[in-house]
């Protein structure tokens, strides 16, 4: 009898020993995943917070001078209207003869000051950022803009972060070379790596947005 | 100096020049292609105008390396397909040119215009040809000419 008791005891151990072994390797992969992720939900707040970082980039001219109302993009930090009669045209790419892609090549052409990236061309109306006068809006519009599937390709949270993480346009925003003259063109207040990371946590955090503007 | 395989007109040709040499002069310096003319360089004006990969594009301000594979046609070439003729004969039948200089980015940009948008109103000229400068003021006799080559390609 005591024995089988102890043989049972050495069989339980075993047995616990194995499941809390399980438990700390799931763990790690697990962990490992997390990782990527903030180590807990993020609050509302902090949420919040976080679309104030994404608003800030947003809207510096690197990239909010695509992201017009009108029917012309806009150029440097004073985001005057594009030169040279350079308009929006029907799919956003400029029209037959004087496409964006006229000028605008795969990547920054150094040696001319003309910026570029793949697939150059403006935002959709649907993703205006500004109003017909040039006048950037507030953080409430553009973040309601911006959660709206209706206008934005229905993205949801885990797109809205791929998006920021992997376009080439966004991407372009924080190496956007340098002018004809050789100064380099002003960068949005975040690093890129800074910007992805506070759109995962607004994007765990649910996406929130501002209340007032 | 780094080199460069381009096709021009459909011609394969080879140069060996700074990365950073805008198109337009590859064209007219090393390969002694004048007909793609220089009236600005910072792409105001559209007299560079050629043909990359069936695009209007300002070789003033497009670097040689980044053409890559993508096929080049300039005002030399045009009249090999129909529409790059009918816009060359409108143009002597409209009796468009004064001095010329600009007309070889006009040319370019119509046939461009022409190839995407068949039927242009006078809408879609003025916002397709507005970024071509012209400084003897030819711009009722380029609209006429389009819609006279428009005709013609019907």
Known sequence: ????????????????????????TSSSAA????????????????????????YSVLTHPRCINCHTATNYPQQGDDRHRHLFNIIRGPGGKGVAGLNCVTCHQGSNAESTGVPGAHNWQLAPL???????DDKILSSVEVCRSLTDRSKNDNLG????????????LV?????????????????PPLTHEEFVAATRTWVEAGTPCPQNP | MEAFKLTVNGQAKEVTVDPGTPLLWVLREDLKMTGTKYGCGIAACGACTVHVAGIATRSCVVPVSLVGDRPIVTIEGIGQDSVGR?????????????????????????VALLKSLPRPTDAHIEEAMGGNLC?????????????????QLK
């Open chain 1, 1 to 24: 009898m005591l024995r089988l008791g102890q043989a049972m005891f050495r069989w339980s151990s075993i047995i616990l020993f194995a499941c809390a072994a399980c438990s700390t």
């Open chain 1, 31 to 54: 962990g490992q995943d997390m990782a990527k992720k903030t180590t807990a939900t993020p609050t509302r707040d902090a949420g919040l917070a976080a679309w104030q970082q994404i």
């Open chain 1, 126 to 132: 649907s993703m205006r950022w500004q109003d017909l």
């Open chain 1, 157 to 168: 949270g885990a797109g809205l972060l791929k998006h920021h993480d992997q376009e080439p």
């Open chain 1, 171 to 187: 991407l372009w925003a924080f190496q956007p070379g340098h002018h004809r003259d050789g100064t380099a063109r002003t960068l």
């Open chain 2, 86 to 110: 009918a816009v060359q004969d409108a143009w002597v039948s409209e009796d468009v040119v004064q001095c010329g200089y600009c007309q070889s980015g006009q040319i370019m940009g119509a």
């Open chain 2, 135 to 151: 400084r003897c003021g030819t711009y009722v006799r380029i609209r006429q000419a389009i819609k006279t080559a428009s005709q």
